[in-house]
């Protein structure tokens, strides 16, 4: 049986939780009500993916990573939470999306599972102006080429696990040919 030992309202609403059940204590931490997070994977014709540069609290750096953000109530669901998030962060409007599947960030710490979104847009044009004025903390938005990704991954640019899992998830998705 598991209890809860602190609960923050968010957003996102997050719940810190304990159980002994197991023949040892766990804690870990739980998004309470039922709205995951989105990853945004933005590919254009040239196969350049769009990345969003952050200043990251946790680990007092700037960290180069896919957009992303928390559903919220406001959402039918992750392909309009990825659309608002990707608006919010880039400027970019979203034509459409598909759903890629979902990724266990930590399940030793946490039960949070966010979805992957591919996502493609008439327009590719980053309106950075527009995405600081609404996401104060992007710092900087940019389209990077495949060969300029796995630089970025060789040379420890990009090191957020998530953005690494999503675009792997990614690559295994894609059409070839």
């Given at each position: 049986?598991?209890?809860?030992?602190?609960r923050?309202?968010?957003?996102?609403?997050?719940?810190?939780?304990?159980?002994?059940?197991?023949?040892?204590?766990?804690?870990?931490?739980?998004?309470a009500?039922?709205?995951?997070?989105v990853?945004i994977?933005?590919?254009?014709?040239?196969?350049?993916?769009?990345?969003?540069?952050?200043?990251?609290?946790?680990?007092?750096?700037?960290v180069?990573?896919?957009?992303?953000?928390?559903?919220?109530?406001?959402?039918?669901?992750?392909?309009?939470?990825?659309?608002?998030?990707?608006?919010?962060?880039?400027?970019i409007l979203?034509?459409?999306?598909?759903?890629?599947?979902?990724?266990?960030?930590?399940?030793?710490?946490?039960?949070?599972a966010?979805?992957?979104?591919?996502?493609?847009?008439?327009?590719?044009?980053?309106?950075?102006?527009?995405?600081?004025?609404?996401?104060?903390?992007?710092?900087?938005?940019?389209?990077?080429?495949?060969?300029?990704?796995?630089?970025?991954?060789?040379?420890?640019v990009?090191?957020?696990?998530l953005?690494?899992?999503?675009?792997?998830?990614?690559?295994?998705?894609?059409?070839?040919?």
């Open positions: 049986m598991s209890e809860s030992i602190f923050y309202a968010g957003p996102p609403l997050l719940e810190v939780c304990r159980s002994s059940d197991a023949g040892y204590t766990a804690v870990w931490v739980e998004q009500g039922g709205l995951p997070g990853i994977v933005v590919e254009r014709a040239d196969l350049a993916v769009l990345f969003v540069r952050q200043w990251r609290p946790s680990v007092a750096s700037e180069w990573q896919l957009p992303r953000g928390y559903s919220d109530d406001r959402d039918s669901g992750p392909l309009d939470s990825a659309r608002r998030e990707l608006y919010e962060e880039t400027g979203a034509t459409h999306g598909e759903l890629m599947g979902s990724l266990l960030v930590d399940p030793g710490i946490t039960s949070s966010p979805t992957v979104v591919r996502c493609w847009s008439a327009d590719e044009t980053i309106s950075t102006g527009f995405a600081s004025q609404l996401a104060e903390n992007i710092d900087e938005v940019a389209w990077v080429t495949v060969d300029e990704v796995d630089a970025w991954i060789a040379k420890g990009l090191t957020d696990a953005s690494l899992a999503a675009l792997m998830l990614h690559r295994a998705g894609r059409p070839t040919g």
